[in-house]
């Protein structure tokens, strides 16, 4: 049994939390700040979705690589309530990151972003008129609560029960 999770995973994780951290951010303090009517919209747009619809084929490689490969066990033995909290949170992590990123292609997709990227077509006023964007506006915050729980529940590991538990997330082998 791996003690440690496999070099790809330990890259793509990381990778992956720079770039939806990123995301977070941006979307909410820059991005929808932005006026539809702004020139600097769809430069930024563009710059969004191409990093988001990124982060969604990268978060299926390493979710491929996770059920293909060996990895470690649960931190909590089989059977106990904080194994399924563990089990479940990781789930919801990735399910969450993808149905932000299918959330945001179908708004791509609502307002043809392809053809306003190429000039071929003008915004619309805004974007609220859409599902897509009252489901992306829920979702990101449930997505970001939940990275929010993750990280504390890494720091308890870490330096209140103190079990070293990031060291399987580290690229560095241990055996
Ligand atoms: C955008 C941010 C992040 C996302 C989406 C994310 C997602 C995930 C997922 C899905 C797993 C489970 C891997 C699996 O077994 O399939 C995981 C594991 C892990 N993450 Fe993160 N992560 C993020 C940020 C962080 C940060 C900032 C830290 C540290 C402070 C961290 C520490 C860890 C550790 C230690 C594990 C291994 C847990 C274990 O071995 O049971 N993560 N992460
Ligand atoms: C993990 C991937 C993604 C994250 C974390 C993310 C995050 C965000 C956030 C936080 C917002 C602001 C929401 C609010 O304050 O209500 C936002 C808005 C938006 N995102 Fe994303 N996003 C992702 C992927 C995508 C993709 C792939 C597309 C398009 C192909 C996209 C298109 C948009 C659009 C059109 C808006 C609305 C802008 C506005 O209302 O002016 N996003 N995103």
């Known amino acids: 049994m791996a003690t440690q999770y496999n ?5 793509l994780h990381w990778l992956l939390a720079v770039m939806v951290l990123l995301l977070l951010f941006g979307g909410s303090q820059m991005l929808v700040i932005l006026d539809n009517a702004d020139p600097e919209k769809i430069g930024a747009l563009q710059g969004h979705a191409t990093l988001g619809v990124l982060v969604g084929i990268l978060t299926l490689i390493r979710l491929i690589n996770i059920l293909l490969r060996d990895r470690p066990t649960n931190a909590y033995p089989t059977g106990t309530s904080m ?6 949170g990781h789930k919801l992590l990735y399910l969450l990151v993808l149905a932000v990123v299918g959330s945001g292609i179908a708004m ?4 043809d972003l392809g053809a306003v990227v190429a000039g071929a077509a003008s915004l619309p006023e805004s974007f609220h ?3 897509a964007r009252a489901a992306h506006g829920i979702l990101t915050k449930l997505l970001a609560l939940t990275i929010l729980g993750h990280i504390l529940a ?3 590991h870490q330096f209140i029960k103190k079990d070293n538990l ?3 997330m580290r690229w560095k082998r241990m055996d």
């Open 166 to 168: 990031l060291r399987r």
């Open 7 to 11: 070099r790809l995973a330990v890259l």
């Open 154 to 156: 890494a720091l308890y």
């Open 108 to 111: 791509g997709i609502a307002v």
């Open 129 to 131: 008129h859409l599902g």
């Open 83 to 88: 194994a399924l909290v563990t089990s479940i």
